[in-house]
């Protein structure tokens, strides 16, 4: 499709008096309201329903998915979306029930909500869950929140100031500290990937708050020494924390709980299948050890004494609510669904064959790419075009926008940073030994050409509806929105 | 189980990656390794857990089998059918945030509309992408606003949603914000009587109004309290729990609201027992380097045609890490893309109708109830879609809702645990989807329930 | 690369001009380079104190970002206000049109920690190794 004549905007097609009618006659509004309170205008397009069919079908067939290839993009876990969850979730028991139902008139949902937190609790090896944190971010900041609320109680609220996170973690780490009053300390990794535990020691102190850490980390090692990393900062008074972005790969082998864990976030966009809907909404429930259990963020859901089902609100030491309502619902609906239609012994196998695609992708591409980390990895890996673009001048984004033409989203690049032409590569469970072929062919073609003829992949992508985009020029000259012209 | 996996292929890569088993390739150390099988149910096939899900589904009789009159945050509207039809189609559905915006184009493009959106509907310069929720919205919007002002307190109507108050604080908490409240004057909207005094030592770095507020009322500021934000440099903060609102009301520009933040779950986005719902923020260009989240901007491509990517991104927390705008990642992208969709079908004849049709329900809504011995109205100012009424001195809210309850009805949304003075109030609901006959019916039940409870109290 | 004659450099390749008690402070056609293309300088408020060294605002470049520090105490007393306009001036021109703020300089004696064109000149030659 190159060159594909650009799609108008919704703005710049249709005309007044088109738009499809699906309302009785309105009333004129200032039959209610004084004009005071009344808009002037209301200056927006009214297309045809064909067309807004047309439009946003066209902009559907310009967007690559799950459903249209595959999408190797590391630490984002995109498998399969099954259409069961969909069906689930869209049931009108679910879909249009208010929030403010009398909680014996929404049994269903709020024992939805409890069967999700106890299976979660379950496999992740922790005392309870809050589903209410929107997004994995969301969830990091409620549990430092709670780590914040649980030292102030100790009485160690000012003294416990820093954060500790290994420069491999994800960029929400910090950012979420900052967003709780807390100092950023990064900690180097070793040569063998993993948290330095030397380091980490001389970083520990009086003031250490929370060490995030991810396991496996985003370079897909499993970070072997964690019993050593938690009873450390445990000792220094700290709390441990887990970025459940990498959760695909622990499932039935191994439980954050278990390794001293005592915070947790996961992503049920990643781990869970449930759709990334174009970059959301996903949902970030947060777990924690037995001593924050009161300081979860309300509400939680609970089976009573007499086997009804409420959310808990009446919680004293909670940090508090951290959105609208109590949790993206339609996504527990997902994530039950997707629990029990697999089952305990599913969800071990998903882990294990999720370790087996990503091995088999790395083992494969060690022939043509450099593999920093030569030994066995988790559900993801990372490879590097260093010496690629030391001989050739073809960089990682090359190799990325050269995939775009053969038909595959691109792996995550330039993350982690500690990886110089860093490419990161997580294919997932649901993909089969024959996808991962011809993506290893594809890789391996492109690192021939690249050497034979490095302009042809500098020049990639040609077979996209555009080529590389003026990124300096967006930024510089911010163009965020339609304007009507005068 | 989704994998394609056979036990030949799992043989052939085990072999390929030299690993004897799957146990093996995945093996940890012992002392962190799970020696017991999960304890989760075992798998079902999928023709029976479609049925134990949908028995789950069949419980929440309240969505199902009862006339609602609830709102508060999270409303109930007709949404035309092929707005889901588009927005369910799988490379949307199954798409993740465009960073590779060569093979994005559409959903860029679809995120710009929306942003339009709601850049036309706020009169504010620009939008992004979305934010989790109404509530999530306001404390990305006054954190904005703090780091604008370098100030650290804000000062909030009390009449903006509970909920959304509460979000405000857990956020407020972690930066060490101080968060006050204005309080309701008599007729529902915020007392800004005490305006002046309280932003006279430009203490506040903002102060946010909701409109239409909890209470449903319109409750906009006036001229004297826009030149008071100018003069003492506080940032006017509009709250918008309900989107359909902007259809009708004065946008947030135009009473001269810096920042918009809010909800627009009525945009199309299902009742969903809370969510997932989409907040938006929109702001004045000055503030461009402050909003969180993602942006999406139009630029040429290397063949020179226009295209979409994502921009700004230097703001955001995967480059900025502990010194970005926010750590905001996921957004609400195929929420938004609902809203998108939904909007662009009905046009400004369908959001204007829509609007007419909220009005005129909830001025029905409270002709008919208030003609209920007993019953009046809380508050006198103009309401949008919902309001405040007051039970019979006779009764409680919580007998009379239970009373409806037994006929089917879900009266309202008792407001006493939020505002003590309020104790005998209920917040109803009625939009373009609460027809007459419903509104007519339940007048009649609260005449009903008012006879048995005199009939009650003379026996 | 010789550096222009006349300026003094910090460790984190900021330069400074000292005219009387008036520094005006920009970064180096080195740390331009090296950034790529610039989109946004945000640059301290004017009347802000600023304490040597210390970090005072952020330059972006598409894809990164890195710590404005200061080279030498004093009070803010201009910004470059055509940056907001036009960012690409750091790229185009970073010794001239493209400085970034002007400093009334407390301690002029501070200048003793800063370095000369030959040696600012010695340490980018070692950061390229």
Same mark, same amino acid.
Not at chain 1, 15 to 24: D, I, L, Q, S
Not at chain 2, 234 to 250: G, K
Not at chain 2, 417 to 429: A, E, V
């Given at each position: 499709m190159p060159n594909a004549a650009p799609i108008p905007l919704?703005?710049?097609?249709?005309?007044?008096?088109?738009?499809?009618?699906?309302?009785?006659?309105?009333h004129a509004l200032d039959e209610f309201l004084p004009k005071s309170a009344l808009r002037e205008s209301l200056p927006l397009p009214e297309n045809s329903e064909l067309d807004v069919v047309r439009h946003f079908t066209r902009l559907a067939q310009r967007t690559f998915s799950i459903d249209t290839g595959f999408y190797p993009l590391g630490s984002c876990t995109m498998k399969y979306n099954p259409r069961i969850n969909e069906a689930m979730a869209a049931q009108p028991g679910f879909r249009d029930l208010h929030p403010f139902a009398p909680t014996d008139l929404a049994q269903g949902a709020i024992a939805t909500m409890y069967e999700?937190?106890?299976?979660?609790?379950?496999v992740f090896g922790m005392a309870q869950f809050s589903l209410n944190p929107a997004a994995g971010a969301h969830g990091e900041l409620a549990a430092l929140l709670i780590a914040k609320a649980y030292f102030r109680k100790k009485g160690e609220g000012a003294q416990r100031s820093t954060v500790i996170v290994p420069d491999t973690a994800h960029g929400t780490n910090p950012a979420s500290a900052a967003m709780v009053g807390y100092k950023v300390v990064s900690l180097k990794s070793d040569a063998r990937g993993r948290v330095d535990v030397a380091e980490l020691k001389t970083a520990l102190g009086s003031d250490t708050a929370v060490c995030m850490m991810t396991n496996p980390n985003t370079l897909g090692l499993f970070e072997d020494h964690i019993l050593e990393i938690t009873e450390a900062v445990h000792a220094a008074g700290g709390l441990m924390y887990y970025d459940g972005a990498n959760a695909n790969a622990l499932m039935g082998n191994s439980r954050p709980g278990d390794m001293g864990f005592d915070l947790m976030h996961l992503n049920l966009h990643k781990t869970f299948s449930i759709p990334h809907g174009g970059g959301g909404a996903g949902a970030g429930p947060i777990g924690v050890a037995e001593r924050f259990v009161d300081f979860l963020p309300t509400p939680v859901a609970v089976r009573d004494r007499d086997g009804k089902f409420s959310l808990d609100f009446e919680r004293p030491e909670s940090i508090g609510p951290m959105r609208s309502f109590?949790? &993206?619902?339609?996504?527990?609906?997902?994530?039950?669904?997707?629990?029990?239609? &697999?089952?305990?012994?599913?969800?071990?196998?998903?882990?294990?064959l999720a370790v087996l695609n990503a091995n088999y992708i790395r083992v494969a591409v060690k022939e043509f790419l450099e593999t920093p980390y030569d030994e066995p990895c988790r559900h993801e890996f990372v490879a590097s075009a260093q010496a690629l673009k030391r001989e050739t001048g073809v960089r990682a984004l090359d190799i990325a926008k050269a995939l775009l033409d053969r038909g595959y989203h691109a792996p995550t690049i330039y993350f982690p940073l500690v990886v110089p032409e860093c490419i990161m590569i997580e294919p997932t469970e649901t993909e089969s030994k024959e996808t991962l072929d011809g993506f290893i062919n594809a890789l391996r073609e492109i690192m021939a050409t690249a050497k034979s003829d490095p302009q042809k992949i500098k020049d990639a992508p040609v077979n996209t509806v555009v080529g590389r985009i003026d990124e300096t020029r967006a930024a510089r000259q911010p163009d965020l929105r339609w304007q009507p012209s005068l | 189980m989704y994998s394609p996996h056979t036990e030949g292929d799992i043989k052939a890569m085990l072999a390929a990656v030299g690993a004897p088993s799957l146990e093996e390739l995945i093996r940890v150390p012992d002392a962190v390794a799970l020696k017991v099988p999960l304890d989760v149910p075992p798998a079902l096939p999928e023709a029976d857990l479609a049925r134990k899900i949908a028995e789950y589904a069949a419980r929440n009789t309240a969505a199902t089998e009862y006339t609602s009159f609830l709102g508060a945050g999270a409303y109930r509207h007709y949404c035309p059918p092929v707005v889901m039809a588009l927005a369910m189609r799988g490379e949307f559905l199954t798409a993740y945030t465009p960073y590779q915006a060569e093979v994005s184009q559409g959903y860029l493009q679809a995120i710009y509309e929306w942003q339009t959106y709601m850049c036309l509907l706020t009169g504010l310069d620009l939008a992004n992408a979305s934010v989790y929720d109404g509530a999530t919205a306001l404390a990305e919007g006054a954190i904005m606003a703090v780091n604008a002002t370098g100030r650290s307190a804000l000062l909030v109507s009390s009449a903006i949603h509970p909920n959304y108050r509460d979000v405000l604080r857990t956020y407020a908490r972690g930066l060490d914000l101080d968060v006050d409240e204005l309080p309701v004057a008599p007729d529902g909207t915020t007392d800004l009587s005490t305006l002046e005094a309280r932003l006279a030592d430009k203490r506040y770095a903002a102060v946010a109004l909701q409109s239409p507020n909890f209470f449903g009322c319109v409750d906009t500021p006036h001229a004297r309290e826009q030149e008071m934000f100018a003069?003492?440099?506080?940032?006017?903060?509009?709250?918008?729990?309900?989107?359909?609102?902007?259809? /009708?009301?004065?946008?947030?520009?135009?009473?001269?609201?810096?920042?918009?933040?809010?909800?627009? %779950?009525?945009?199309?986005?299902?009742?969903?027992?809370?969510?997932?719902?989409?907040?938006?923020?929109?702001?004045?260009?000055e503030h461009i380097r402050r909003i969180p989240g993602r942006l999406v901007g139009r630029s040429v491509d290397n063949r020179g045609n226009p295209a979409y990517v994502l921009t700004l991104q230097a703001r955001e927390q995967h480059i900025r890490r502990e010194k970005a705008t926010s750590n905001i990642c996921t957004n609400q992208a195929h929420c938004a893309l609902v809203a998108t969709i939904y909007l662009a079908a009905l046009g400004e004849t369908g959001l204007r109708r829509a609007a007419g049709l909220n009005l005129r329900q909830v001025n029905r809504l409270a002709e008919r109830v208030c003609a209920v011995p007993g019953f009046s109205r809380a508050f006198a100012a103009p309401v949008f879609n919902e309001l405040v009424v007051r039970v019979p001195s006779s009764t409680t809210t919580e007998r009379v809702l239970a009373a409806l309850r037994e006929r089917k009805i879900l009266g309202g949304l008792e407001? /006493?645990?939020?505002?003590?003075?309020?104790? #005998?109030?209920?917040?109803?609901?009625?939009?373009?989807?609460?027809? #007459?006959? %419903?509104? #007519?019916?339940?007048?009649a039940a609260l005449g009903e329930i008012v006879r048995e409870t005199k009939a009650a109290a003379r026996a | 690369?010789?550096?222009?004659?006349?300026?003094?450099?910090?460790?984190?390749?900021?330069?400074?001009?000292?005219?009387?008690?008036?520094?005006t402070v920009g970064i180096t056609d080195y740390a331009q380079n090296s950034l790529g293309d610039i989109v946004y300088v945000e640059l301290p408020r004017v009347g802000h104190e600023i304490k040597q060294f210390g970090s005072i605002g952020v330059v972006e470049s598409v894809k990164?970002? =890195?710590?404005?520090?200061?080279?030498? =105490?004093?009070?803010?007393?201009?910004?470059? =206000?055509?940056?907001?306009?036009?960012?690409?001036?750091?790229n185009r021109d970073a010794f001239g049109a493209g400085w970034l703020y002007k400093v009334r300089i407390k301690g002029l004696n501070e200048k003793s920690a800063l370095l000369s064109p030959s040696d600012y000149d010695a340490l980018i030659a070692e950061a390229a190794h």
């Open positions: 919704v703005f710049e097609t249709g005309k007044r008096g088109r738009a499809t009618v699906y309302f009785g006659d309105g999700l937190e106890r299976a979660l609790s379950a109590w949790s &993206n619902f339609a996504h527990v609906v997902r994530a039950l669904t997707y629990i029990y239609a &697999n089952g305990g012994e599913g969800l071990t196998k998903i882990s294990q | 003069s003492t440099g506080t940032i006017p903060i509009a709250v918008v729990a309900e989107a359909l609102s902007l259809a /009708a009301l004065v946008p947030p520009a135009a009473w001269g609201a810096q920042i918009a933040v809010g909800e627009a %779950q009525s945009f199309g986005n299902p009742l969903n027992f809370g969510g997932p719902y989409v907040g938006f923020i929109a702001c004045t260009k407001l /006493a645990g939020w505002y003590p003075n309020l104790s #005998d109030c209920l917040l109803m609901t009625a939009t373009e989807t609460t027809t #007459d006959g %419903q509104i #007519d019916a339940f007048a | 690369m010789a550096q222009p004659e006349g300026l003094l450099f910090s460790k984190e390749h900021e330069w400074l001009k000292i005219d009387g008690d008036v520094g990164a970002v =890195s710590d404005l520090f200061t080279p030498i =105490s004093g009070e803010v007393i201009e910004v470059n =206000s055509g940056l907001e306009a036009d960012p690409a001036l750091v």
